[in-house]
Nanobody
């Protein structure tokens, strides 16, 4: 059993910053890929970025320069750092942990709202 919990969402003014955290617990044995997605109402989830077991992270090209991902492997936690937020960043942000066995475990998501 794996539990994935996101936190840190909220309301922020355009140009502001937020940090979202994703923590995994349960049958986690390390070497897990942890990723962020976001979802707009009525739309499919779209990738934001991925943290690899090595600690390296890849962020979608369109978000680079504003978004970054860091990882604390000892705590099975990744953090999405979002700067210079724009109204179009308003979405539900979800974290997914993919285990070595290929199982994907999704969190419930956290809402980010960017106001003008």
């Amino acid at each position: 059993q794996v539990e994935v919990v996101e936190s840190g969402g909220g309301v922020v003014q355009a140009g502001g910053s937020l940090r979202l955290s994703c923590s995994a617990s349960g049958s986690i044995y390390g070497f897990n890929v942890m990723s962020w997605y976001r979802q707009y109402p009525g739309k499919e989830r779209e990738p934001v970025g991925t943290s690899l077991p090595s600690g390296n992270a890849n962020v979608e090209i369109a978000l680079r320069g504003r978004f970054s991902i860091t990882r604390d492997s000892a705590k099975n936690t990744i953090t999405l750092h979002m700067n210079n937020l724009k109204p179009e960043d308003t979405a539900t942000y979800l974290c997914v942990v993919t285990t070595r066995g290929g199982e994907a475990h999704w969190g419930q998501g956290t809402q980010v709202t960017v106001s003008l």
